[in-house]
């Protein structure tokens, strides 16, 4: 590899290594990455770590909208259920096996915001979380495509919905344990990078003031995190995006009670995942085209849902087709997610802060998981699940620009002061966004 070597003297200042650092000590030089050096390791990483990511987040939000699915092929009356409810053979089985099921998958997203922080920089966050996100619609399309198929063989032996539950839970034991064994702790342990390589791969990150992967457990950060007004607004972001998320699931009986079939409910559903995925690189596009304006562009995007629930309330049953599409443009929820979690992973630094405001954004986001479903109420319109969609996303326009303008104001004052006790970053420091004044937040 060709490399440029730097006295000691430059080590620190320019992100070499530091005491404590894990990189291999026998190739611990100080390098300049060419851009050349810097697109291979980009794409060694793309290449897989980035499959393993999305393969799972495909799994798992699979098995959770094969409930929606199953709800149209006989789950409900099969177990006495409501449409407020979530192999068991009553509700308290299936609530049982449910809360299993979202205490294994509930650490994904928020631990996928952290992998993405650790392997990329913060220009790369956008297209990266995009992708995995995507992964969201392209289980919507498959699973309704799946639920078909199995759904239409009338000679199976147990339910219908039973054999979904039983496919989808397969696949996904199988994406767990191919990344428990093949997805690396981080830069330094990747099994796919020469030794030359993970520096390179972790200076990358260095560069952007990242201090990598701890596993130390730090109270400060734990304090400051606490008391950031921004924490809050990250809450309040999984929150808002989470409560109006029930039209994904409830989208298909929205379809089923306007007197269709369930093969057609589910072939005239599927295209809500191909809608879903066109916002998200939609939203990716705009990130790209307008860096530095993921804020606007998540407003911007929350115009369609918030047209297509304004259609749910106010459009006659008898309306058919304006029904079904107004429920995929209410149903584009991906889009937004995807630009919030970047934003997350952007604009929080410090190993402990990061684990903690992701945390907390995912508190949300259980809370509206939770909360949400029980005003899904009152086939076929639903209308106090809708009501609450438009007032989230009404919301989203009080806590987004709030949320810009701190970020904006503590950037201006940071560029004011520029110079003034500001020290050089160290390489595997392990600072926050608010300890490292020479760090900008992304807007």
């Known amino acids: ?227 950031d007004i921004r924490t809050f607004l990250v809450f309040m972001f999984g929150l808002l995006v989470t409560m109006s998320s029930p039209v994904l699931t409830f989208a298909s009986l929205v379809i089923k009670n306007l007197g269709y079939s369930s093969s057609e409910t589910l072939l005239y559903g599927s295209p809500s995942g191909a809608v879903q995925i066109a916002f998200i690189w939609v939203g990716v596009g705009a990130c790209w085209f307008f860096p530095n304006s993921r804020s606007l562009v998540v407003m911007l995007l929350c115009i369609i849902p918030l047209a297509g629930c304004i259609c749910l309330t106010v459009l006659p049953e008898s309306s058919g087709w304006d029904m079904i599409v107004a429920s995929w443009l209410a149903s584009v929820i991906s889009s937004q997610f995807s630009i919030l979690m970047s934003l997350s992973a952007s604009n929080v630094r410090g190993n402990t802060k990061k684990a903690v405001v992701n945390a907390v954004f995912f508190v949300g986001y259980c809370t509206g998981c939770i909360a949400a479903p029980q005003l899904w109420k009152h086939p076929p319109r639903y209308r106090n699940g809708v009501i609450c969609a438009l007032v989230d996303w009404g919301l989203v326009y009080v806590f987004i620009p709030w949320y810009w303008w701190l970020c904006r104001k503590e950037n201006q004052k940071r560029d004011r002061t520029q110079g003034e006790g500001m020290g050089a970053f160290v390489a595997g420091a392990d600072l926050t966004d608010k300890e490292d004044k020479s760090f900008r937040y992304t807007t």
């Open 1 to 227: 590899m060709d490399v440029e070597k730097k006295p000691p003297s430059e080590a620190i200042s320019d992100g070499g290594e530091t005491p404590g650092s894990e990189i291999d000590h026998e190739h611990a030089h100080v390098y300049v990455i060419t851009p050349e050096e810097d697109a291979r390791v980009r794409r060694k990483i793309d290449m897989v770590v980035l499959p393993m990511m999305c393969l799972v987040f495909f799994t798992q939000y699979l098995d959770k909208q094969s409930m929606s699915y199953a709800s149209v092929y006989g789950l409900l009356p099969d177990l006495g259920l409501s449409s407020s409810q979530s192999a068991p053979h009553n509700f308290a089985g299936f609530a049982t096996v449910r809360c299993f099921l979202g205490f294994a998958e509930g650490a994904v997203s928020p631990a996928f915001i952290t992998i993405t922080s650790i392997w990329y920089r913060k220009e790369e966050h956008p297209l990266r979380v995009g992708m995995w996100v995507t992964c969201n619609g392209l289980a919507q399309i498959v699973g309704a495509l799946m639920m078909y198929g199995i759904g239409e063989r009338s000679h199976l032996a147990i339910a219908a919905w039973r054999v979904m539950f039983l496919i989808a839970g397969g696949i996904t034991i199988f994406a767990g344990i191919l990344f428990y064994v093949a997805m690396p702790a981080g830069p330094e342990e990747a099994w796919f990078l020469t030794a030359e390589e993970r520096v390179i791969a972790a200076k990358r990150l260095a560069s952007q003031h990242d201090g990598g992967d701890k596993t130390s457990f730090s109270k400060t950060q734990l304090m400051e995190a606490a008391l």
